[in-house]
C-alpha cells in the first residue's frame, strides 16, 4: 500500500560514475521528442498542454464498448491502469475495494503493474502512448513533460506549495479542500493522510467529473471530483536529491525498481523519516487523494508528470552503465515478456521499450529528456542552477544487445483494433551521442 510504513532495505551502495561516453551509432529514431521538466515549459506552454489534457477530457472514449463506464478519451487511461493494476483482469465484475473479485490486492498487485518488475517498463509504455494521444488527437506539439520533485523542495529554494505544477492559471491547480472534522471527502484510499482530501478547489480541473474508482471499481454510478490531499513533507521527503540518488546508486534493475517503488518511510508520531527510496509511493502520497489510489491514481493529470519524472530516473540508471542495463530486467521479468496495453494499444514485449531512442530498430520508442543525472551528482550543471535545459548526460552505445522478438498479444476479453504508434511531433532532430 502506497504510505503504509515498510522498513527499509537499502544498505551499502556503490560510488557511481558518470556516464560512459562511447561514439555514437546511427539510430533508426529520426524524430525524437524532447521532454522537458515542467518549469522549462514557458507559460504559454503550459496552458497549451492542459489545454490537451482537457481536449481528451472532452473528446469520446475509444473503450466504451468494452466499458460502457467511460466517458472520454482521458477515461479510456484511467480504465486501462486500473484493470492493469489488477494484472489485465476485467474489473467490471469487482465488487470495489481492494480485494473483492481481484482475490486480494496482494495478488493482484504481484501479477499487475505495481510491485514487479513489470512496473518501470509498463509505466514507460502508457506515457508514450498517452504522449502519442496528446499529439494525434489533441493538438500537443512536444514531449510529455515530467516532473523533477527536487524542485520543489527546499533544498533547491523551491517550496512544494509554490510550486508551478500546482499554479490555478499554468498548473494543474492546487490541494483539495480541508475536510471538517468526521468528513469522509475521498472514498477510495488513502483518505485521511495529507492536509486537503475534498475536491480540488481552483485551476482547470476543478471541475472534473471522475468515473471509474475509487479502487477497483468499473461500475456506473461513481461519478465523484477530483481529490487531492497534500501530504508536504511525504512530498519533500521523496523528492530529495539524497532519494533519487539511492535509486541511482542501484546495481541492478532489481534493486533500482524497489528503491523507486518502495515507501521506505516510516512516519513516526506524526513526523516522517526517509530510509531512502520510494519516490514514486510517497510522490503519490505527496499529492494524495486521487494520486493516492493505486488504481485509480491515473484519473491526476498530475500522474502523468509524475511518471514521466519516474522514467526519467530510470532513463538515468540506464545511461549510468548504458550497454549493460539496457537489457536488465531483473527476475521474473525478460525481454520477452508481453506488456499488456489493454485497448489503447498492442502489447509488446519488455525488451521493446528498454532503450528510448530505439537504436537496434526493432521497438518504437523515440524520445529524450532535457537533463539528465547531472542534478544528482557532484558536477555543476551547465546553467550553474539545478534545473533548466542543460545538456544531458545522454550517452550513446555502439551496439545494442536488446533482442524482441514478437509475441503472441495477450487479450484481455475483447480484440483490440490495430493502432498505430504516435509520430514523432515535438521532435528534434536525428539522436546524437550527445545533445
Ligand atoms: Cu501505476
Known amino acids: ?47 497549451k498542454y ?21 466517458t472520454n478519451r482521458y477515461e479510456d487511461f484511467v480504465a486501462l491502469h486500473a484493470n492493469a493494476s489488477a494484472g489485465g483482469r476485467d474489473l467490471r465484475q469487482s465488487t470495489g475495494g481492494f480485494a473483492g473479485a481481484l482475490g486480494g490486492f496482494g495478488g493482484s498487485m504481484n501479477t499487475g503493474i505495481h510491485g514487479t518488475g513489470t512496473f518501470l517498463p509498463w509505466h514507460r509504455y502508457v506515457v508514450w502512448q498517452y504522449e502519442s494521444v496528446l499529439q494525434d488527437e489533441c493538438g500537443w ?91 508536504i ?9 539524497e532519494v533519487v540518488k539511492d535509486a541511482l546508486a542501484s546495481k541492478d534493475f532489481q534493486t533500482l525498481r524497489m528503491a523507486v517503488e518502495m515507501p521506505n518511510i516510516t512516519f513516526t508520531g506524526g513526523k516522517i523519516e526517509r530510509h531512502g527510496g520510494g519516490f514514486h509511493n510517497v510522490g503519490h502520497g505527496g499529492v494524495g487523494g486521487e494520486m493516492g489510489d493505486p488504481f485509480t491514481s491515473i484519473n491526476d493529470p498530475i500522474f502523468f508528470l509524475h511518471h514521466t519524472g519516474i522514467d526519467r530516473v530510470w532513463q538515468m540508471w540506464q545511461d549510468q552503465d548504458l550497454q549493460k542495463r539496457i537489457s536488465d530486467t531483473g527476475t521474473g521479468l ?82 483490440r483494433p490495430p493502432k498505430a504508434m504516435g509520430k514523432g511531433k515535438g521532435a528534434v532532430g536525428p539522436a546524437t551521442s550527445r545533445n
Open 50 to 70: 492542459i489545454k490537451s489534457v482537457q481536449c481528451m477530457l472532452t473528446k469520446a472514449p475509444k473503450s466504451k464498448a468494452h466499458f460502457p463506464i467511460v
Open 141 to 231: 506539439d512536444m514531449g510529455q513533460p515530467y516532473w523533477d520533485w527536487y524542485l520543489d523542495t527546499p533544498a533547491a529554494g523551491g517550496s512544494w506549495l509554490k510550486s508551478p505544477l500546482f499554479d490555478p492559471e499554468s498548473g494543474f491547480g492546487g490541494n483539495g479542500a480541508k475536510l471538517k472534522a468526521g468528513e469522509s471527502g475521498l472514498k477510495g484510499f488513502g483518505a485521511g493522510f495529507g492536509t486537503g482530501g475534498g475536491c480540488v478547489v481552483d485551476g482547470p480541473f476543478k471541475d472534473m467529473k471522475l468515473h471509474i474508482g475509487p479502487g477497483a471499481v468499473m461500475k456506473m454510478g461513481s461519478e465523484r471530483c477530483l481529490t487531492r490531499s497534500f501530504n
Open 334 to 415: 525478460t525481454l520477452k515478456t508481453p506488456i499488456w496495453m489493454g485497448l489503447e494499444a498492442p502489447d509488446r514485449p519488455v525488451g521493446d521499450v528498454m532503450d528510448i531512442i530505439n537504436r537496434d530498430g526493432k521497438g518504437f520508442l523515440c524520445y529524450k529528456y532535457e537533463t539528465g543525472s547531472e542534478e544528482y551528482f557532484d558536477k555543476p550543471a551547465a546553467s550553474g542552477k539545478p534545473a533548466g535545459p542543460v545538456t544531458s548526460t545522454t550517452s550513446a552505445m555502439s551496439t545494442s544487445s536488446t533482442t524482441s522478438t514478437t509475441i503472441q498479444a495477450k487479450s484481455m476479453t475483447t480484440a
Open 233 to 241: 513533507e511525504a512530498g519533500e521527503a521523496a523528492g530529495s536529491k
Open 1 to 47: 500500500m502506497y504510505l503504509q510504513p515498510i522498513l527499509t532495505v537499502l544498505a551499502t551502495l556503490p560510488v557511481l560514475s558518470l556516464a560512459n561516453t562511447s561514439p555514437a551509432s546511427p539510430v533508426p529514431c529520426k524524430e525524437i521528442r524532447l521532454r522537458k521538466e515542467w518549469r522549462s515549459l514557458t507559460v504559454d506552454q503550459r496552458k
